[in-house]
């Protein structure tokens, strides 16, 4: 069985800043990672995955996350974010070999302010 | 394609009705989940299903039932509802070969 942690429920940032969304994990087995966004009154869309090879993966909109196995972490960035961006993120853990359902994080609300 | 699409996108029911949540996906998945997302609780897996004719329960099926008769399909039905089960609801399908989940535009339930 897989889990997922989102560290922070809401983040706060100003337009053009950096911004981290952090992701822990759990799993007895290999996995693959996801970050989703979800738009206010939208469903979840993909943003990037990582599956196998480099460890940076890079997404749609200029976010970027980067796996990390000793830490069990996949936290996403963007180095300047936009009005735009303000949205739910979700990560989320598949695993390898005989899992059929991703196993999600609670969100983490991302509010940027101009 | 169109995706996965649901049906209605909103809907208010009454204490004690029945309805099904409407969810078709035209990508040939084999694997079709339905959640339900509700605030600060993320996304809360209800049933899933990994093929027409098998179906599984997940986190919270109390008060849901779910059948998979074609490969398209897997609609959500609501036995009687009940207040807690206002919500959004989400279908998702994945296909063999891929590994992320194709979500569909959600349903918006409200239950007085």
């Known amino acids: 069985a897989q889990s997922v942690t989102q560290l922070d429920s809401q983040v706060p940032v100003f337009e053009e800043a950096p911004v981290e969304l952090r992701c822990n994990y759990s799993?007895?087995?290999?996995?693959?990672l996801f970050w989703y966004v979800q738009y206010p009154n939208q469903g979840l869309q993909l943003l990037l995955k990582y599956l196998s090879g480099s460890t940076l993966v890079k997404g749609i909109n200029g976010f970027e996350a980067e796996f990390n196995k000793s830490q069990t972490s996949f936290h996403l960035r963007k180095p300047s974010v936009h009005i735009s961006d303000t949205a739910e993120y979700f990560c989320?853990?598949?695993?390898?070999?005989?899992?059929?359902?991703?196993?999600f994080g609670r969100g983490t609300s991302l509010i940027v302010h101009p | 394609n169109a995706g996965v699409t649901q049906t209605p996108k909103f809907q208010v029911l009454k204490t004690g009705q029945s309805m099904t949540l409407q969810c078709a996906q035209d990508m040939n998945h084999e694997y079709m989940s339905w959640y339900r997302q509700d605030p600060g609780m993320g996304l809360r897996l209800i049933h899933y299903s990994v093929g027409a004719g098998i179906t599984d329960q997940g986190e919270v099926p109390n008060g849901y039932n779910v059948s998979r008769s074609t490969t398209e399909d897997f609609p959500l039905r609501l036995l009687s509802a009940a207040p807690s089960q206002t919500s959004v609801y989400f279908c998702?399908?994945?296909?063999?070969?891929?590994?992320?989940?194709?979500f569909g535009p959600g349903t918006r339930l409200t239950v007085l």
């Open positions: 998702a399908s994945r296909g063999l070969a891929y590994n992320e989940q194709f």
């Open positions: 989320a853990v598949l695993g390898r070999g005989g899992s059929y359902i991703p196993t």
């Open positions: 799993s007895s087995v290999s996995v693959y």
